[in-house]
């Protein structure tokens, strides 16, 4: 079993390392830096407790890992994001697509058609989120729409992380799929 010394002393060996793989995987030092403190919070919460000789293989793992999961979030953000600025007539960079979506018709110097359009898209999506799988459903919309972590939905949901990028991944993949099938594109 790994001393607190021990931890700490391999973790301030494997930073720079760690920082620069994140760095060279993002390009992006703030997320690397982000991704490299939760892959450490990781191992010290969840791995503190094994041996030392164990520790260089679970800190790779767990940083490769957390990389996979930042292009993921990043990737269905974007197209959810994507999705969503393209009903904001007013291409306001902060404005918060659903503050937008629940402001209604007639609150917006919009043209009646566009409107119209964009309160049948919003439909369209509220019924398809609505036939999702009920895990599917809770898990889409505590990740993507409250904003919640892997760890945060699945203490929310009570399951694993694994699930919860289980549910999250066959959601946006039915759903995209079930949208294309409608006629509603980015």
Request: with cysteine; proline share 4%; glycine share 4%.
């Amino acid at each position: 079993m790994a001393t607190r010394e021990e931890l700490s002393a391999f973790l301030a060996g494997v930073e720079r390392r760690a920082f620069k793989q994140a760095v060279f995987a993002v390009r992006d030092e703030s997320h690397a830096l982000d991704i490299v403190q939760d892959a450490m919070m990781k191992i010290a919460e969840h791995y503190g407790d094994r041996p030392a000789a164990e520790l260089p293989l679970l800190f790779t793992r767990i940083l490769q890992n957390a990389i996979h999961d930042f292009f993921r979030r990043s990737k269905v953000r974007s197209a959810w994001v994507t999705l969503f600025s393209s009903l904001n007539p007013d291409d306001e960079p902060d404005a918060d697509p659903l503050e937008t979506l629940e402001a209604g018709p007639g609150s917006r110097s919009e043209s009646t058609e566009a409107s119209y359009e964009r309160e049948q898209i919003v439909a369209i999506i509220e019924e398809e989120v609505a036939k999702l799988p009920a895990r599917q459903r809770e898990a889409f919309l505590l990740r993507y729409w409250e904003d919640l972590d892997t760890a945060e939905t699945a203490a929310a949901m009570g399951c694993s992380e694994g699930s919860v990028k289980t549910h999250c991944s066959r959601a946006t993949h039915t759903l995209a799929k079930a949208l294309r099938e409608r006629g509603v594109t980015l």
